[in-house]
């Protein structure tokens, strides 16, 4: 019995040596992918790094490229659009304006009353498929039959005065090649709509042939962008808006140049001596942009490689894809979560920037948010807290780099204006990333202050300007309305 004892104790003793040295290399195992993790995330920090020197220069960049953008066509990455506003208004706008905001599957129909404040009613209806790929006037006749029956539900709020036509704002978010402030051609169709027959058709004057064969009589005043509009709604309540900025799923500036600084304007110089101009500059790119590898295969694999690149680095159609390529190689590299690669990480655009946003907010002591989202979306079925950490850290990073980035573009834009230190300048901006991701937006605020100083900071103002595609249509409807020389003289 004693032998037998003997012999079962070592085999005791050599079992629990034998588990205690799986425990210790799974140990060592897991604290070398997690350093492997962590090495990483020390190389995005590293590569995503925008030391206020190097914000400068990004500053500085898109100065100069503005500078080329406004003397020739072609001469920057910026496009530097001509839009033909040359009237923001003023806040003493009166009378009855419509809008209609066509940008996606649907359309927007709104009239604004203004004098004092500003009274609104709003329609949105949906976009049957099969006009999104008929003809065209199949498309803008249903348009303006829906605008024909808004119009009809004019109620007494609403007042036109007698022998007025009524005026409208049309925002339109295709490529077009704008040739007034009303009259644009369709340069292709994007986001589902493939309508052969206007490509290269003013879409302005399809719509107006659509309008007069339902016995509509609407005079479209002017063919915007949602930027535009954006500015112009800023204007309206604030004479210092200088620029707007959208921050949503893309990104765009416009901003209001001397007239004087556009060599390539063609005709009279405006009697306001202004031109808005629609800078397109999601296509800006600078050696000094901070791009990593995930940026360049993002772009490798996008529908227009080479191209947006700004907007591919800060705006919230692609903030939450940049996460989602970190966190995969760090599942592959660095089994980040576990033996087996979840599979939907593997999934494009899986983890969108409202995800991401939510994540990089999270409070609660345990990061239970981030938790219930890498369960929910990416079906990681358990996640330490170390782990949800280290997510939230990427969100940082990748949040913080596209905010400092595009603070910097806005502090181009006011080198190009050379706005005084003490002179106030606003930024109307709208748009989801700006709205909604109050880490971003407070990170751009900070980055302000860094870029200016305390004291100029303080005269340079973000502020969110709401609806321009719907509002800011209808204001420069009204801002360039055909009856203010009537009332002027």
């Known amino acids: 019995m004693g032998k037998v004892a003997v012999a079962a104790a070592v085999v005791c003793t050599a079992a629990v040596c034998a588990a205690a040295v799986v425990v210790l290399r799974r140990q060592m195992k897991s604290s070398g992918e997690w350093a492997k993790a962590e090495a990483i995330f020390r190389e995005l920090q590293d590569k995503c790094g925008t030391p206020t020197a190097k914000l400068r220069q990004v500053a500085d960049a898109m100065a100069v490229e503005m500078h080329a953008g406004v003397a020739s066509d072609g001469g920057s990455k910026l496009k530097m659009l001509i839009s033909f ?26 009239r604004v009353q203004l004098g004092g404040t500003i009274k609104q009613e709003c329609e ?55 040739s007034s402030l009303a009259s644009g051609t369709l340069i292709k169709w994007t986001k589902g709509f493939f309508i052969e027959d206007t ?50 799923t893309g990104t765009n500036a416009a901003y209001v140049e001397s007239a004087q600084a556009i060599p390539k304007l063609e005709g009279d110089l405006p009697k306001s001596g202004d031109m808005v101009i629609n800078m397109e500059w999601g296509n800006f790119r600078s050696t000094h942009l901070p791009l990593t590898e995930y940026d360049q295969s993002l772009d490798d694999e996008s529908l227009n490689p080479g191209e947006q690149i700004f907007e591919k680095i800060i705006s919230g159609m692609y903030l939450g894809e940049i996460v989602r390529r970190v966190l995969l190689r760090m599942a592959e590299e660095a089994s980040f979560f576990g033996d087996s690669i979840p599979p939907n990480l593997k999934i494009p655009f899986i983890l969108r920037t409202p995800d991401m946003s939510e994540m990089h ?24 807290l170390k782990m949800r950490r280290m997510v939230v850290e990427v969100c940082d990073v990748v949040a913080s780099r596209g905010a400092r980035l595009a603070t910097a573009g806005i502090v181009g834009i006011l080198k190009k204006l050379e706005r005084g230190e003490k002179e106030r300048s606003v930024i109307a901006v709208d748009g989801a990333l700006f709205v909604h991701y109050t880490e971003f937006r407070n990170c751009m605020k900070s980055t302000l ?10 005269r340079v103002i973000l502020e969110h300007s709401n609806d321009g595609s719907g509002i800011g249509a209808a204001l420069i409807a009204a801002s360039h309305s055909q009856y203010l020389p009537v009332e002027e003289s």
Do not use: C, W
């Open 124 to 178: 949105q209806v949906s976009i049957p498929p099969h006009f999104m790929v008929g003809s065209s006037h199949e498309l803008f006749d249903f348009i303006a039959g829906v605008v024909a029956k808004f119009v009809a539900k004019e109620g007494e709020d609403f007042h036109l005065p007698p022998g007025r036509q009524r005026e409208l704002g049309f925002t339109f978010s295709f490529p077009v090649r704008q």
């Open 361 to 384: 907010h999270d409070t609660s002591s345990d990061l239970k948010v981030v938790g219930k989202k890498l369960k929910d979306i990416l079906e990681v079925t358990s996640s330490s």
């Open 449 to 458: 202050k860094e870029l200016l100083g305390e004291a100029a900071s303080d």
């Open 85 to 110: 506003v040359d009237n923001l208004p003023t806040g003493d706008e009166k009378g009855l304006f419509y809008a209609l905001d066509l940008g996606g599957t649907n359309f927007r129909v709104m």
């Open 199 to 248: 490509v290269g058709e003013d879409v302005v004057g399809e719509l107006k042939k659509a309008m007069e064969k339902v016995g509509l009589d609407m005079r479209v005043t002017a063919l915007i962008n949602d930027t535009v509009g954006t500015l112009a709604r800023g204007r309206y309540t604030d004479p210092d808006v200088v620029a707007a900025v959208i921050l949503g």
